[in-house]
C-alpha cells in the first residue's frame, strides 16, 4: 500500500497552483499519509524528487508551505528559500529551490 508520493508540474500563468512563481518553474507536491509522517518518508521523496527534477533538466523548483506547520523548516533543510507570500493567506508562504546551473 503507498504511504507517500511526490511530483512537480509546470502551470500557466492562467491557471496555477498556489506555489507558482513562473511558467519556467515546476511546482513541487509532496504528502505522506499521516499514520506514516515522522519517519523520513517525506525527505526520501523529496531529495528523490530534487535528483530526478536535476537529471531532467530544470533550474529550480517551487512550492508553497504553511508556516503554522512548520514544514518551513523541513524544505530549508535541503535548500528551498523562502520567496514571498500568498495573496490573502497570511500564513503561507512561497519556497523556491535553485536546481544545477545551465538547466531549463
Do not use: Q
Not at 498556489?18 to 521523496?45: C, K, M, N, Y
Not at 523548516?73 to 523556491?96: C, S, T
Request: aromatic letters at 8%; charged letters at 20%.
Amino acid at each position: 500500500m503507498p504511504v507517500g508520493a511526490a511530483w512537480c508540474r509546470c502551470f500557466t500563468d492562467a491557471e496555477h497552483s498556489w506555489g507558482f512563481l513562473d511558467e519556467a518553474t515546476p511546482e513541487l507536491g509532496i504528502a505522506v499519509a499521516a499514520s506514516h509522517r515522522g519517519r523520513g518518508i517525506g525527505g526520501e521523496l523529496l531529495i528523490a524528487l530534487i535528483g530526478a527534477a536535476t537529471i531532467d533538466g530544470w533550474s529550480a523548483m517551487s512550492l508553497c508551505t504553511n508556516k503554522n506547520e512548520g514544514l518551513e523548516r523541513f524544505y530549508a533543510r535541503v535548500g528551498f528559500v523562502e520567496v514571498g507570500a500568498l495573496p490573502g493567506a497570511a500564513d503561507a508562504i512561497l519556497m523556491r529551490l535553485e536546481l544545477a546551473p545551465g538547466s531549463r
